[in-house]
């Protein structure tokens, strides 16, 4: 089982949509966690991340459920810049797990 | 502030040869770090560093060797490429629990 695992996608939305992706981890010991957005050929940038609290950046909303060791991030009104790959990400305390990532395309 | 620098950002190599990928980082970050993506697999750690003069093994260290001599620097040596090792390369620094900064990339091709 790999340790970070993403909704497999492609996600294709149109303009407007909103849209949401899970990712688990396996890790209970995992200390912070993040979502980094990826463009075709390009290096993945933070996007935000993650707190127990749930938080709200703009039109994007990230959750965490430590029980249930579950990430998500929801994309509301979804714009054509939108489209990437979005990557759930892990920290343990030495290094970071990447789940495969998830493609989004909003279409017109 | 140029952040994470890598270089070079392409490079074709033949079977055998070696060669060394630099990344360079101005944040005085303890942490850094060496990936490789490869597509349908996401970012898997090759090898890593918690400061000058250390380094480790990550998940798939087979065929590199890394070296922090000087705590900006990070250096990833393939010493006999393959064409296994044909892949994008990223270099990322940190600190503690925030999240990483990458550099952007070497897509590297061994023919």
């Known amino acids: 089982r790999k340790e970070v695992e993403q909704d497999p996608g492609p996600f294709n939305v149109p303009e407007g949509a909103t849209v949401a992706f899970n990712c688990t981890y396996s890790n209970s010991a995992s200390q912070s966690f993040f979502w980094y957005r990826q463009d075709c050929r390009k290096e993945p940038k933070l996007l935000m991340s993650?707190?127990?609290s749930g938080n709200e950046d703009g039109r994007f909303t990230a959750q965490l459920n430590r029980a249930s060791q579950y990430i998500s991030l929801l994309i509301r009104d979804s714009k054509l810049s939108d489209s990437a790959t979005y990557l759930c990400?892990?920290?343990?305390?030495?290094?970071?797990?990447f789940g495969a990532g998830t493609r989004l395309t909003v279409k017109p | 502030n140029a952040g994470v620098t890598q270089t070079p950002k392409f490079r074709v190599l033949k079977t055998g040869q070696s060669m060394t990928l630099l990344c360079a980082q101005d944040?005085?970050?303890?942490?850094m770090y060496w990936y490789r993506q490869d597509p349908g697999m996401g970012l898997r750690l090759i090898h890593y560093?918690?400061?000058?003069?250390?380094?480790a093994k990550g998940e798939v260290p087979d065929g590199y060797n890394v070296s922090r001599l000087k705590k900006q620097n990070f250096l990833l040596g393939l010493e006999s490429a393959a064409p296994s090792q044909t892949s994008v390369y990223f270099c990322?620094?940190?600190?503690?629990?925030?999240?990483?900064?990458f550099g952007s990339g070497t897509r590297l091709t061994v023919v």
């Open positions: 990322a620094s940190k600190e503690a629990n925030y999240g990483y900064t």
């Open positions: 993650v707190y127990s």
């Open positions: 560093s918690v400061g000058e003069g250390t380094t």
């Open positions: 944040m005085n970050h303890e942490y």
């Open positions: 990400v892990v920290n343990g305390w030495r290094d970071m797990r």
